[in-house]
């Protein structure tokens, strides 16, 4: 299997893996909270990854292309930690206070992952590596989730949060599935 075959494969991963774990294991009951959030956590470890393959596929002569990408993606790597552990809090249910320390967590920890994202998507948008119209995807889709986590209190996106956050998290997914699609599509760049 080709370096750029796997590269797409765990941008699908990380686009679809979690959405799937939650409908197909979570929400029908076959495994508890607990398991669940783990497998999806395994998923998300996909999107870090991903990104990080295409970090030198085309060397740009432009060193600040090159820092948005790297900043980008190590905003993803916090944010995602943070994600993770805050999923794991919520689904330890150790006591009362798990879920209100999860929440705390949470939505400060997502909001840095998709920054991350939309930080890469610029730099990526100076390099040919994917068509302008999918890096500005990118970069809009999850400046949108960023800011729509960010802006809002906990209490507020604990309450009404899922109507929205729900749409834009599929909607960032399927960029992501795209971008492997187009990741596997791409023609080696030797």
């Not at 607990?34 to 990080?52: D, R």
């Not at 100076?126 to 960023?146: D, E, I, K, Q, R």
């Amino acid at each position: 299997m080709t370096d750029k075959m796997v590269n797409g494969i765990l941008f699908i991963i990380a686009g679809l893996g979690s959405i799937a774990v939650y409908i197909l294991l979570g929400d029908t009951g076959l495994l508890s909270k607990g398991h669940t959030e783990k497998i999806a956590a395994y998923g998300l470890v996909a999107i870090p990854l991903a990104f990080m393959m295409t970090r030198n596929v085309e060397k740009n002569a432009f060193i600040k292309v090159q820092a948005y990408i790297d900043s980008g993606l190590l905003l993803i790597v916090i944010g995602l930690i943070m994600g993770l552990v805050s999923d794991a809090i919520n689904s330890a249910e150790l006591s009362a206070e798990s879920n209100s320390i999860g929440e705390a967590i949470a939505w400060t920890g997502w909001s840095i992952m998709y920054l991350g994202m939309f930080f890469t998507g610029l730099g990526y948008l100076c390099t040919n590596l994917f068509p302008n119209w999918l890096s500005g995807l990118l970069s809009l889709a999850s400046f949108v989730m960023f800011a729509y986590l960010a802006i809002l209190s906990p209490e507020q996106l604990s309450n009404s949060g899922d109507s929205i956050v729900a749409p834009l998290w599929m909607i960032n997914s399927l960029v992501l599935v795209i971008l492997g699609i187009f990741t596997i599509r791409r023609k080696e760049l030797d």
